[in-house]
Antibody, heavy 116, light 112 residues
Framework: EVQLVESGGVLVQPGGSLRLSCAAA????????MHWVRQAPGKGLVWVSR????????DYADSVKGRFTISRDNAKNTLYLQMNSLRAEDTAVYYCARDVAGGDDYWGQGTLVTVS | DIVMTQSPLSLPVTPGEPASISCRSS???????????FSWYLQKPGQSPQVLIYWASNRASGVPDRFSGSGAGTDFTLKISRVQAEDVGVYYCMQGLQTPYTFGQGTKLEIK
């Protein structure tokens, strides 16, 4: 069974930093693109970032470019999101997701980041 | 960025009746490989999103066959042949043709 378990979400002050983790299990992690998508309270879905199978191709939404860094450790089956210079508008549930738009989509349950 | 526009935003449906949601993109979602990089998601209350349809018309694994997707270019439709109580939630369309991936505003389906 595929599992994606996010962790690391906490209450942090504006300007602070945080690292989210997403532990993958039940499939060959290194064979898939991975994504972060966020959802502010009561709002819709917003794509944040993606990384390819070996970490050589990375893209970001303009709203987080220069502040967030996506990375992965295929030996540990883990996806990361380093979040710096956090703002109130970064408050959201952050989902990690596999193969978004690729046909083998799977999303984790999310972790809540509150910037206040 | 590609803009995704859904309609309607609210959809009350009687159980057993059909339902339809439309999504329009600001540019064609046709990839060079012949697929449309377009997906439909359902986010049930308190849950994470789950894919229903990918590449515009392919039903994801485990999705009931009452869900179907159609469309091409910039116009896409999700149809539910007979709505069931378990189908309540917010439906999102999404384009994955180019970054940033973008989502529609969401359509909230409720049972009458």
């Amino acid at each position: 069974e595929v599992q994606l378990v996010e962790s690391g979400g906490v209450l942090v002050q504006p300007g602070g930093s945080l690292r989210l983790s997403c532990a993958a299990a039940g499939y060959i992690f290194s064979r898939y693109w991975m994504h972060w998508v966020r959802q502010a309270p009561g709002k819709g879905l917003v794509w944040v970032s993606r990384i390819n199978e070996d970490g050589t191709t990375i893209d970001y939404a303009d709203s987080v470019k220069g502040r967030f860094t996506i990375s992965r450790d295929n030996a540990k089956n883990t996806l990361y999101l380093q979040m710096n210079s956090l703002r109130a508008e970064d408050t959201a549930v952050y989902y990690c997701a596999r193969d978004v738009a690729g046909g083998d989509d799977y999303w984790g349950q999310g972790t809540l980041v509150t910037v206040s | 960025d590609i803009v995704m526009t859904q309609s309607p935003l609210s959809l009350p449906v009687t159980p057993g009746e059909p339902a339809s949601i439309s999504c329009r993109s600001s540019q064609s979602l046709l990839h060079d490989n012949g697929n449309h990089f377009f997906s439909w998601y359902l986010q049930k209350p308190g849950q994470s999103p789950q894919v229903l349809i990918y590449w515009a018309s392919n039903r994801a694994s485990g999705v009931p066959d009452r869900f179907s997707g159609s469309g091409a270019g910039t116009d896409f439709t999700l149809k539910i042949s007979r709505v069931q109580a378990e189908d309540v939630g917010v439906y999102y369309c999404m384009q994955g043709l180019q970054t940033p991936y973008t989502f529609g505003q969401g359509t909230k389906l409720e049972i009458k």
